[in-house]
């Protein structure tokens, strides 16, 4: 059932479906960033979508060829990049200066393996139209850290909710999916610190540069 909202000009449009939800913003007066209540729901949005991810593609088999690992014994989620090769574009503004980047985008070739930074389960699978589209959620094995994979272009051969995983095992391949730009695939990875109870859309941001470019070991 759609419903509207203006807020401040921006309009708001909630549409719900069969098997999940939807939640898009787009500008009403086409200029200008959105009112901060709009961007607050925009960054709600990577926490809406369909629960139905049986229908998201599936990569053939994924074989990661050069998988660095960082000081920090995290690996870099993205075969082939070394921790060298990353840049810090955590806090950038994003949304014309409405948000900002709690993430790092890690460019590669469309189709590039993604694999798991370190061991963990895998607690959600799902799709962002508005967001980051192709998406999965590891939580460390002491549940303290959640890590983020999102833009995929496909998920890897049989993951799943629930599925345990280990340091290098494929998640997906590199994208464009939600609302990236085509121009660019890349991977946008994010770690949040995780408290008793909290929930995959929960957690304190942390920067991944320095955990993965080994300036740092997780606290």
């Known amino acids: 059932m759609p419903s509207r909202l203006s807020i401040a000009g921006n309009l708001v449009v909630l549409t719900i479906l069969a098997g999940g939800g939807w939640l898009v913003w787009t500008n009403a007066r086409g200029s200008g960033p959105p009112s901060p209540v709009v961007a607050e729901l925009s960054t709600a949005a990577e926490r809406v979508g369909i629960g139905d991810t049986d229908r998201a593609p599936r990569a053939g088999a994924i074989q990661p060829r050069s998988v660095a690992i960082a000081p920090t014994g995290l690996a870099v989620p993205v075969d082939g990049v070394r921790p ?100 660019g695939p890349h991977l946008h990875f994010a770690i949040n610190r995780m408290s008793g109870g909290e929930k995959w859309y929960d957690g304190t941001p942390v920067n991944p540069y320095p955990l993965l470019a080994g300036k740092q070991a997780p606290r």
């Open 84 to 183: 060298a090769d990353l840049t810090d574009t955590y806090t950038q503004s994003r949304a014309g200066g409405a948000r900002v980047h709690n993430a790092i985008d890690i460019m590669a070739p469309r189709g590039r393996p993604v694999i798991s930074v370190g061991p963990g389960t895998v607690e959600k699978l799902f799709y962002s139209r508005g967001g980051g589209g192709i998406t999965a959620y590891v939580r460390s094995p002491d549940s303290r850290w959640l890590y983020y994979y999102a833009h995929l272009d496909a998920y890897a051969p049989g993951l799943r909710e629930g599925q345990r995983v280990e340091r290098g095992t494929p998640i997906g391949t590199v994208g464009f999916s939600g609302n990236a730009n085509p121009a």
